[in-house]
């Protein structure tokens, strides 16, 4: 079963709360491991989110650039 998709912030947090556990140190090589790999899992979602996020950004700013440009032309 899938699990629900979570926001960016969500995704953040529990990577936040997998470093925190891993610093904090005594914990099992098994355990330590597990954790790493579920931090890695993580931090590739946020950048996927991220990624996306900005190439979004990039498209809007293009298309804002380009009415202007399109303004700037009618008025002249």
Not at 15 to 30: P, Q
Not at 67 to 74: D, H, I, K, P, V
Request: hydrophobic content about 40%.
């Amino acid at each position: 079963m899938k699990e629900a998709k979570l926001s960016f912030e969500e995704l953040l947090g529990r990577l936040e709360e997998t470093v925190r556990a891993l610093e904090a140190g005594g914990l099992s090589l098994d355990e330590a491991t597990r954790l790493f790999e579920q931090g890695v899992h993580l931090a590739g979602q946020c950048h996927q989110i991220l990624a996306s996020a900005e190439l979004k950004v990039s498209r809007l700013q293009r298309a804002f650039g380009e009415q202007m440009s399109l303004m700037q032309e009618e008025e002249e």
